[in-house]
């Protein structure tokens, strides 16, 4: 029997004849099916508001036979279970930032994003400073803003520099990656 490889280690559906361990489960949201091919791939059996992930409960009558597994949702009985708590459950990915452009650095300026003073704080050593922004530089291979004697072109400030939200969480000196 192969199983998705997002079901933890050590892991396999519960049967019947596992009913003592089921009981821990019992109120909480189970993955049910009937056939072991369906724990195969996870993603591809349970769809939009599944039917087959509900709240357990057991119901052990000798007229159940081995679909002792209720789910909650379509008050069927199933002969098998798999509690949601042994799924490896989706990591929530780290948003990407990409470098401002200059043109996105001005619009931010004008919006009120960013202020007169700009705080930011090296990536690496945590340290804060404010650094007033003084202008801009054109070359013809780079787009560079400065900040008070220093001028910093915006793949440095990315690499290098954090800057705080609105809520004061930091993040990379840097735009939301949105493609």
């Not at 931010?108 to 705080?119: P, T, V």
């Amino acid at each position: 029997m192969k199983l998705d490889k997002k079901i933890l280690p050590g892991r396999k559906p519960l049967t019947c004849l596992d009913v003592e361990q089921a009981r821990e489960f019992v109120g909480k949201e189970c993955i049910f099916s009937d056939i072991y091919a369906n724990f195969k791939d996870i993603n591809q059996y349970l769809f939009v508001d599944s039917d087959y992930a509900a709240i357990l409960s057991i119901d052990e009558r000798a007229s159940c036979g081995d679909y002792v597994f209720k789910n909650s949702k379509n008050n069927l009985r199933y002969s098998l279970i798999l509690p949601w708590e042994w799924v490896e459950q989706p990591i929530t990915p780290e948003p990407e930032y990409k470098p401002y452009t200059l043109k996105e650095f001005l619009e931010a300026m004008e919006s009120g994003l960013f202020e007169s003073w700009i705080k930011m704080r090296h990536g690496r050593s945590k340290r804060e400073c404010e650094f007033l922004y003084t202008g801009y530089l054109r070359t013809i291979d780079n787009d560079y803003i400065c900040l008070g004697c220093h001028s910093f072109d915006f793949e440095t400030l990315l690499n290098d520099y954090e800057i705080p939200d609105l809520n004061g969480k930091w993040h990379p000196f840097g735009v939301l990656d949105e493609g």
